[in-house]
């Protein structure tokens, strides 16, 4: 018996393609500037969004922040993250919070905050 393992040229194309248009990238490369560089990104999450009027995408992002230089970074990141100008191309940040903020002393000081976004298309 024979297998084919080549891969369909036009869906691997469409991927490519949906790859790009998603906003991820530049919305992560945002938020570790916001974090000052001192963020461990732990987990992102990107799901489709809609309304009557408009479509985008809604994201959530938990970052890690260890050490006390780096749980500073965290809370300032907590602090300024609401009203953040974010310039992303073709995207509007309609939203972003954190929804979860999580301290821990020992080994060593550690902050995990998680936020929510929701970007939508301009355009």
């Not at 309304?51 to 922040?65: D, E, K, P, Y």
């Not at 780096?70 to 940040?93: C, N, S, W």
């Amino acid at each position: 018996m024979q297998i084919d393992l080549s891969l369909d040229q036009t869906s691997l194309s469409a991927q490519r393609r949906a790859a790009r248009r998603t906003p991820w990238l530049p919305l992560l490369s945002e938020l570790m500037t916001l974090a000052e560089g001192r963020a461990e990104l732990l987990r992102h999450a990107e799901r489709a969004w809609a309304s009557v009027t408009f479509a985008g995408t809604r994201h959530t992002v938990t970052l890690c922040f260890t050490g006390a230089e780096a749980v500073a970074a965290g809370e300032g990141f907590i602090d300024a993250l609401p009203d953040h100008e974010f310039t992303i191309p073709r995207q509007l940040v309609a939203d972003a919070a954190v929804v979860a903020a999580e301290h821990t002393a020992l080994p060593e000081p550690r902050l995990e905050v998680t936020a929510e976004l929701l970007l939508l298309e301009d355009g």
